[in-house]
């Protein structure tokens, strides 16, 4: 069961708009990632259903997430069908994701009433996903459709839009100020807030700290 309301999920994922994307087979290696990006100010984490023991590793340290990082919503991506939705919503996810609208994966999220983020990478898609239901909507892959004229261009017609943009993100000032600048609601980050020598090395503190800073560029710049 989710441990918060629709309306209160949304909020932490506005509040503290950098959403970590993220995967790892190793459920204390994936805590260990979520408790450093927790202690950099994230309230809002995304685990990928990127492997076939992506669920299992899911029910394993969402008790963790519940006790140790108190206030963080801990959500489920790359889900793409009706049967990951209801498993990973049975299994307290607190949001869902998707790379692209799947209808069956939004009806489940609706039937638990949790959010459902789905990926766009039109201004139709996007129209589409708020009629839908959807009060944040994912530009993805935000890069390749556009960047951040493209997140400018579509809140020109569409200024109440919350859009989440996941790829081409990175945890820098240049690359977060863009995407804030343009209008961006909050950002998606995966493997340039993970790098793969800092996993192997376990330097959480540099994970931590890239969290905080790319909080902090975000409220500076946000417009």
């Given at each position: 069961m989710a441990a918060f309301t629709k309306t209160e999920t949304i909020?932490?994922?506005?509040?503290?708009?950098?959403?970590?994307?993220?995967?790892?087979?190793?459920p204390q290696t994936a805590r260990l990632a979520i408790r450093a990006c927790y202690r950099g100010g994230v309230r809002a984490f995304e685990f990928?259903?990127?492997?076939?023991?992506?669920?299992l590793v899911f029910r394993e340290?969402?008790?963790?997430?519940r006790e140790e990082c108190p206030g963080m919503a801990f959500g489920a991506g790359t889900i793409l069908s009706k049967e990951a939705a209801e498993a990973f919503a049975a299994a307290g996810a607190d949001f869902l994701v998707s790379p692209c609208m799947v209808t069956e994966a939004q009806a489940v999220a609706v039937a638990h009433d949790i959010p459902y983020i789905p990926g766009c990478g039109t201004v139709t898609e996007i129209y589409n996903a708020v009629r839908s239901g959807s009060e944040i909507v994912k530009v993805f892959p935000a890069g390749?459709?556009?960047g951040p004229a493209f997140v400018r261009d579509v809140l020109a017609p569409l200024p109440g839009v919350k859009l989440m943009c996941t790829g081409s993100v990175e945890p820098s000032e240049?690359?977060?100020?863009?995407?804030?600048?343009?209008?961006a609601a909050a950002l998606g980050m995966g493997s340039k807030l993970f790098p793969k020598d800092a996993i192997?090395?376990?330097?959480?503190?540099?994970?931590?700290?890239?969290?905080?800073s790319?909080?902090?560029?975000?409220a500076l710049y946000h417009k």
């Open positions: 909020d932490l994922i506005l509040s503290a708009p950098v959403v970590p994307v993220f995967f790892n087979p190793d990928t259903d990127r492997s076939e023991n992506a669920l340290i969402i008790p963790f997430v390749s459709v556009g240049e690359n977060v100020r863009a995407w804030a600048a343009a209008g192997a090395a376990g330097e959480w503190d540099s994970i931590a700290q890239l969290c905080s790319s909080l902090k560029w975000f």
